[in-house]
């Protein structure tokens, strides 16, 4: 592509992340941003499939024989917080700044990868593209990439666009929401009756506070759990029988979200019941080919403490893209231009050195 070509590419897909910017797309009301992306798909004259507020198409030349690149990232946006002091639905540019609600996380990242594909729409290539552009990313909704995830061939490889400063996070942490209750049993409080759940709770708060995972990652570290959230009694005047407390647990990719729990269920006295198993960690496997294509392009790696739609994608896996992870959610959230143009550019090596490994692993063998 040259100079000419890539700036009209620059231009175009700039312009569709300030229209996604201005159309409100909070999770679970993404349907009037999933009809200006497939409209743009209309335009290029790309054939698409929909479904719920999910959009995503496969490249020309789609050979089922041929392994798979998922592209993904998502439309949904989190509320605007009360901290705005812009238009949160306003695409304003000031000082090479394009401000606006899910303009970092992650619009900056999906019109990228939608260019990056649309380039490489009709190519030969030893594999496969799909790109999907889901919904109720987050919010880990179960219409979003987990409702289309069964259409799909088997993936070799997700790349998953979420703002990181282009540098590739080979594994991220998953999440597991746990209700514990500890039970006593209820009596007057002016005399010595009952038996008081939140004393009872206190042992388990006390360990958790103290407590460390036996197991760490390479990557990602120690798992950690966090109390939230308790709650106990109803009126000052009765010792409170029930107590209940959350416990927000990051489990790293030395555990399944199973294995951690039987960890917790083994110290504590509390009952403890997962609000999901669904949100799993994840690590692209050593002898993964993306790993070389990392080196060879002099990619930073790391591991991610934030969550995304990896946790959904049964398959390998990495987290890359434009933009900052700590502008995510922020008031005045905003990408810089360049960073946009950066991405496209960035994406489009990325394929291309991917098909370049892949071709060279085929010759090995023959």
């Not at 620059?10 to 497939?38: D, F, G, M, R, V």
């Not at 999910?54 to 798979?68: G, H, R, V």
């Not at 917790?264 to 690590?283: H, M, T, Y």
Request: charged content about 20%; some cysteine; overall charge negative.
């Amino acid at each position: 592509m040259n100079h000419t070509d890539l700036k009209a590419v620059h231009s175009e897909t700039l312009q569709l992340l300030q229209q996604l910017i201005e159309i409100p797309s909070i999770s679970q009301n993404e349907e009037h941003t999933a009809k200006l992306i497939a409209a743009y798909f209309l335009k290029k004259k790309i054939p698409y499939h929909q479904k719920y507020h999910n959009i995503w198409a496969k490249n020309k030349k789609f050979d089922p024989l041929l392994p798979t690149l998922l592209l993904n990232s998502h439309h949904d946006t989190v509320k605007p917080n009360a901290g705005y002091t812009k238009n949160p639905y306003k695409a304003e540019i000031e000082d090479g700044k394009l401000y606006g609600l899910g303009s970092n996380d992650a619009g900056g990242c999906l019109v990228a990868l939608i260019a990056a594909f649309t380039y490489y729409y009709e190519h030969d290539l030893p594999f496969n593209l799909i790109i999907a552009a889901t919904a109720e990313e987050e919010i880990s909704g179960k219409s979003g990439i987990a409702a289309i995830i069964n259409d799909f061939p088997e993936i070799e490889l997700a790349i998953v666009g979420e703002p990181t400063l282009l540098q590739l996070a080979v594994a991220e942490k998953g999440l597991m929401v746990i209700d514990a209750r500890v039970k006593g049993i209820s009596g007057h409080a002016a005399r010595e009756e009952g038996e008081n759940a939140i004393y009872k709770t206190l042992g388990d708060l006390q360990v958790l506070k103290n407590f460390s995972f036996k197991k760490t990652s390479k990557f990602l570290g120690a798992s950690k759990a966090s109390v939230t959230v308790i709650n106990a009694g109803l009126q000052h005047n009765v010792v409170p029988d029930l107590c209940t407390y959350c416990i927000d647990v990051r489990v790293t990719d030395a555990y399944t979200l199973e294995e951690a729990l039987e960890e917790l269920r083994g110290i504590l006295k509390a009952e403890l019941v997962p609000r999901s198993l669904r949100l799993n960690s994840s690590k692209v496997p050593d002898d993964h080919k993306i790993l070389l294509i990392s080196k060879k392009m002099d990619l930073v790696q790391y591991g991610s403490p934030t969550l995304s739609d990896q946790a959904l994608i049964p398959y390998p896996s990495v987290k890359i893209g434009p933009g900052d992870s700590a502008r995510s959610h922020t008031s005045d959230e905003f990408i810089y231009v360049e960073e946009v143009y950066q991405g496209i550019d960035f994406y489009i090596n990325l394929i291309q050195q991917y098909a370049e490994v892949t071709h060279s692993l085929n010759k090995e063998m023959l």
